[in-house]
């Protein structure tokens, strides 16, 4: 399992403020804790920042990228501030994130190809959610054919059903998971992904419906996940399930959690 750290989202206020304010300290405490907790990528979404977001990244991709030794997910729907984040960023990004709408393809997909990042693509079009599992695999076909037009490896490409919340439609744990299943059905190659704290938005115990949410997705084949590496319950569900389901050659990811929890 791939984990994007999900905790320098400019969407939280304390984040928020911290980026204002340019709090190194705090900035790369959180970064260097989501590393220590097993992310192979850490999540630096900026998009609340408006007009402050470009002269952001400038500033915290060099910072973060001199204390880590992983690579940044760059979360932004700007495309001017997506530029800016790639071309300073050292080494393979993770482009966060890519769409089937034709006004992101044509902002983003140039920047694609001329910093070759690994890219997040969105089952999203110009007609909205989709609202079937068939449509959702159709968006996925139609932005892989793209962009492996475009020479992106297969291994680069995350597929993103969406994650919609069951608060909102009790239907959408199901619709993801059906669509999740046939993504890997017939795109075998390319790498799925969930934000899966989006799932349990606006109710209570919203931990205990992520954690069920995740073992669930690892059954589809879920290979990356958006979450809060610093959550060792969700931790201990993804090591153990990826465990009982042969993911986890010799029991190496499971027994390194359970020693690391007992310190």
């Not at 390319?190 to 419906?209: C, D, E, M």
Request: aromatic residues 4%.
């Amino acid at each position: 399992m791939i984990i994007v750290g999900e905790r320098l989202n400019s969407s939280r206020r304390s984040v928020l403020e911290a980026l204002n304010c340019k709090d190194k300290k705090y900035v790369i405490d959180q970064a260097k804790k989501q590393e220590n907790a097993g992310a192979s990528y850490i999540d630096l979404n900026t998009a609340a920042l408006l007009d402050k977001e470009m002269q952001t990244l400038k500033w915290a991709i060099p910072l973060l990228q001199k204390e880590l030794r992983i690579p940044l997910s760059i979360d932004t729907p700007n495309p001017e501030a997506m530029e800016a984040g790639l071309k300073i960023h050292k080494g393979q990004a993770l482009l966060n994130s890519l769409s089937g709408e034709v006004n992101r393809i044509k902002t983003f997909l140039p920047l694609i190809k001329e910093f070759n990042p690994r890219i997040i693509v969105l089952c999203l079009d110009d007609e909205g959610l989709p609202e079937t599992s068939d449509k959702e695999l159709s968006i996925a076909r139609k932005m892989v054919n793209l962009l492996e037009k475009e020479g992106v490896e297969h291994k680069d490409i995350f597929i993103d059903p969406l994650v919609r919340p069951i608060g909102v439609d009790q239907r959408a744990g199901g619709l993801f998971l059906e669509a999740l299943e046939k993504i890997k059905k017939n795109l075998p190659s390319v790498n799925t992904i969930a934000g899966v704290s989006n799932v349990s938005f606006g109710l209570p115990r919203r931990k205990s419906l992520n954690r069920a949410f995740l073992v669930l997705s690892l059954q589809r084949g879920l290979d990356a996940a958006i979450l809060d590496p610093l959550d060792s319950d969700i931790l201990a569900a993804l090591r153990s399930a990826e465990a009982l389901l042969g993911k986890d050659p010799f029991l190496r990811d499971y027994l390194t959690f359970i020693r690391s929890s007992k310190r």
